[in-house]
């Protein structure tokens, strides 16, 4: 059994340096809350998620460095410009039986 999480890349503005991520990943919100750039500006509601606000030179640079985080697969969405990442927890059977 695996839980799959998502997480969002996307530029604010195009040609700005400012880049929003949202994850309910918690290895990723855990490496973005030990980045210096990032700040959290906003969580969800009825579900584990953190946005937070970048600053990176390029979109290639922000698209390497949670690529790197992410260390799993990648799956870009071309038509809104927003990178999509998809990662996976597998879990062991004790552990699905304390999920149940």
């Not at 604010?12 to 210096?36: A, F, M, N, W």
């Not at 009825?46 to 606000?53: A, G, I, M, R, S």
């Not at 260390?71 to 990662?87: A, F, N």
């Given at each position: 059994?695996?839980?799959?999480?998502?997480?969002?890349?996307?530029?604010?503005?195009?040609?700005?340096?400012v880049?929003?991520?949202?994850?309910?990943?918690?290895?990723i919100?855990?490496?973005?809350?030990?980045?210096?750039?990032?700040?959290?500006?906003?969580?969800?509601?009825?579900?584990?998620q953190?946005?937070?606000?970048?600053?990176?030179?390029?979109?290639?640079?922000?698209r390497?460095?949670?690529?790197?985080?992410?260390?799993?697969?990648?799956?870009?969405?071309?038509?809104?410009?927003?990178?999509?990442?998809?990662?996976?927890?597998?879990?062991?059977?004790?552990?699905?039986?304390n999920?149940?």
């Amino acid at each position: 059994m695996a839980i799959e999480y998502n997480t969002y890349l996307w530029q604010e503005v195009k040609g700005e340096h400012v880049y929003r991520v949202q994850s309910d990943d918690p290895v990723i919100v855990k490496k973005l809350k030990k980045t210096k750039n990032a700040r959290i500006i906003g969580q969800g509601i009825n579900q584990y998620q953190l946005t937070f606000v970048l600053d990176f030179d390029s979109p290639k640079e922000a698209r390497k460095t949670i690529y790197g985080m992410a260390g799993k697969t990648v799956v870009v969405d071309d038509k809104s410009g927003e990178t999509h990442i998809v990662t996976y927890k597998h879990h062991s059977r004790n552990e699905q039986l304390n999920i149940l």
